[in-house]
């Protein structure tokens, strides 16, 4: 069955607003393995964002990496772990096409094994947070 294009999906939709799920460590230190994402689709996005991407080779697979810069008519997109790959450096340029939404929030769920009253402050205290745009996010890139 054909997947339905990227402005159908945002048309059925009700709200432009959907949650994603962290695989990997690609984003560590900003994001880790099971983080759950809030993500805003279509969104206009700007240098240091972190987006969630379809993957130039592999379509049906979705990434998030920080948009580091603007290239031509597509984003170089990095991930803020230098040592985990799987970013421009690896398949160049992504199309503006392949480009979902920005990440605007997340939150980490609780361990269902920790629940002493401490332990549920403390997650719920640092569990959720905004995802913010890092100007310096290119400090990669530069280094290049």
């Not at 393995?33 to 972190?50: C, M, P, Q, S, T």
């Not at 799987?86 to 269902?112: A, H, K, M, N, Q």
């Not at 997650?123 to 890139?141: E, G, H, I, Q, T």
């Amino acid at each position: 069955m054909p997947e339905p294009t990227q402005d159908a999906e945002r048309a059925r939709a009700p709200l432009p607003f959907g949650v994603a799920e962290v695989t990997g460590p690609s984003m560590v230190p900003t994001l880790h393995h099971g983080d759950r994402l809030l993500v805003h689709y279509g969104a206009r996005i700007r240098r240091g964002d972190v987006i969630v991407l379809r993957h130039p080779f592999q379509q049906d697979l979705l990434v998030v990496k920080r948009a580091a810069e603007r290239r031509g008519a597509g984003w170089w997109v990095l991930g803020d772990n230098a040592y985990a790959g799987g970013d421009s450096t690896d398949y160049g340029v992504v199309p503006d096409e392949l480009v979902l939404g920005r990440v605007r929030f997340r939150y980490r769920p609780r361990d269902p094994d920790r629940r002493s009253p401490l332990a549920v402050l403390a997650w719920a205290l640092s569990s959720a947070r905004p995802v913010f745009s890092d100007r310096s996010a290119s400090r990669r890139l530069r280094a290049r």
